[in-house]
């Protein structure tokens, strides 16, 4: 079988936020725009550090595959995609440890 080395690499994070939007906050009076825009700010935040958790992950991998070993083709195939489902995970426990450690958000103010 042939060997095979990485060369080169690209990792793809497609990362979608998606947040509340009031669209009418003139109606509301400035208490409720001031909870409003807190609200909004920290939920912000916080979904701004899950996006960071993908970015970073994305960066891992791409230096994890990068750093692979000449092999055979399909055994270097099987080591990148277990390194890439072993970073996934570990992003995933990265979330989760976040929203534990926050209340999904609400220690740092999502709340309303």
């Keep these: 079988e042939a060997i095979c080395r990485p060369s080169a690499a690209r990792v793809t994070t497609l990362i979608t936020i998606t ?29 701004r550090a899950h996006q960071q958790h993908a970015v970073d992950a994305g ?10 070993p000449a092999a055979p083709c399909r055994e270097l195939s099987q ?8 970073i996934i995970e570990q992003g995933q426990e990265r979330d989760a440890e976040l929203d534990m450690r ?9 709340k309303f």
Excluded: I
């Design 19 to 47: 947040l509340p939007r009031w669209t009418n906050p003139d109606q509301g009076n400035e208490k409720l725009r001031s909870k409003w825009l807190a609200f909004r700010s920290a939920l912000e935040r916080h979904e």
């Design 59 to 68: 960066q891992r991998l791409y230096d994890a595959l990068l750093a692979l």
């Design 79 to 86: 080591q990148a995609t277990a390194l890439a489902r072993g």
């Design 102 to 110: 926050t209340d999904y958000g609400r220690k740092e103010g999502v």
